[in-house]
Nanobody
Framework: QVQLVESGGGLVQAGDSLRLSCAASGRTFSSRAMGWFRQAPGKERDFAAGISADGAITSYAESVKGRFTISRDNAKNTVYLQMSSLKPEDTAVYYC?????????????????WGQGTQVTVSS
């Protein structure tokens, strides 16, 4: 079992930066690829960023590429999402997710464990 707890969400203005954190329980964190997904009201849960188990490979949605950076610290069982140049359309609940495998995937069905989500609101 893997438990994921996100933190760092909040209300910011357009152009601001924010860093999300996701703390994972268990001994298997370093063998799992991790992802950040987001869900805006009335919309589906979409992939934002992903990182391989060893941190060597990252993947980003086109809408966040160049503005968001995903990273991880396997010693701390934590994955981060650094968000900069935030836009109102980035407003969503952000979810951390863990895969049972080490390779990055971009679809939600590939991830077996999910956090409770953290709200990010970007005002214009």
């Amino acid at each position: 079992q893997v438990q994921l707890v996100e933190s760092g969400g909040g209300l910011v203005q357009a152009g601001d930066s924010l860093r999300l954190s996701c703390a994972a329980s268990g001994r298997t964190f370093s063998s799992r690829a991790m992802g950040w997904f987001r869900q805006a009201p009335g919309k589906e849960r979409d992939f934002a960023a992903g990182i391989s188990a060893d941190g060597a490979i990252t993947s980003y949605a086109e809408s966040v590429k160049g503005r968001f950076t995903i990273s991880r610290d396997n010693a701390k069982n934590t994955v981060y999402l650094q968000m900069s140049s935030l836009k109102p359309e980035d407003t969503a609940v952000y979810y951390c997710a863990a895969r049972p495998m080490s390779t990055v995937r971009t679809t939600a069905a590939e991830y077996g464990y999910w956090g409770q989500g953290t709200q990010v609101t970007v005002s214009s």
